[in-house]
């Protein structure tokens, strides 16, 4: 297969100037929002913006929203691509689904985050969130020790869902974790 790079240049453009893209079917909750914010703050931006040129010389987003929205009038790095509206269409279909569908080794993940530490509770409610849908077990740092209740099973209400393919299940897994819910796939 021969690819072609769809990177025209690199340009560092103040969010607030970016154009939303009206067609963005992705809804950025307030955990979402407070977790981008916490790392943004405590490594700062680490990622490009993908958005590609209008008629206007505008800068039209197609993925980045979030960031755009975080950032306000900071500059922030954008790759803009060289695509046609319908390619441009087909990426924002496309982009995060894609990464979703990424498994989870679980044993790596553990192993890095013991080694990852933050200051931000939002980003510290999505690493112990990315630990339970990996299966891992969670610690909040008091001790278990001695403590009233420690074999007390905590109340938890799950759902199972069939799914009729792996692509829809990375679809309904993707969708349910941007409304904020704990989700983990099961494979049998």
């Known amino acids: 297969m021969k690819l072609r790079d769809r990177v025209k240049e690199l340009r560092r453009v103040r969010a607030s100037e ?6 963005n079917w992705r809804t950025h909750p307030t955990a979402q929002l407070d977790a981008l914010r916490g790392v943004l703050a405590e490594v700062g931006v680490a990622g490009a913006a993908l958005a590609r040129e209008l008629e206007d010389g505008t800068l039209e987003l197609i993925d980045g929203h979030a960031r755009a ?9 954008v790759l803009v691509l060289d695509v046609t509206a319908e390619e441009a269409d087909k990426l924002l279909a496309t982009f995060d689904p894609l990464g979703a569908m990424a498994g989870i080794d679980a044993s790596r993940l553990e192993g890095l985050l013991n080694e990852v530490s933050t200051e931000s509770a939002a980003v510290q409610e999505l690493l112990d969130g990315l630990a339970k849908q990996a299966g891992l077990e969670v610690h909040d740092g008091a001790s278990d020790e001695g403590a009233a209740g420690a074999d007390v099973i905590p109340e938890q209400f799950q759902v199972l869902v069939e799914c009729a393919s792996e692509e829809q299940q990375a679809e309904l897994l993707e969708r349910l974790a941007g ?5 983990r796939s099961l494979i049998s």
Not at 69 to 77: K, L
């Open 18 to 23: 970016l154009r939303p893209n009206p067609k």
């Open 69 to 77: 929205e975080a950032c306000g009038d900071e500059p922030i790095p």
């Open 179 to 183: 409304e904020g819910l704990k989700v």
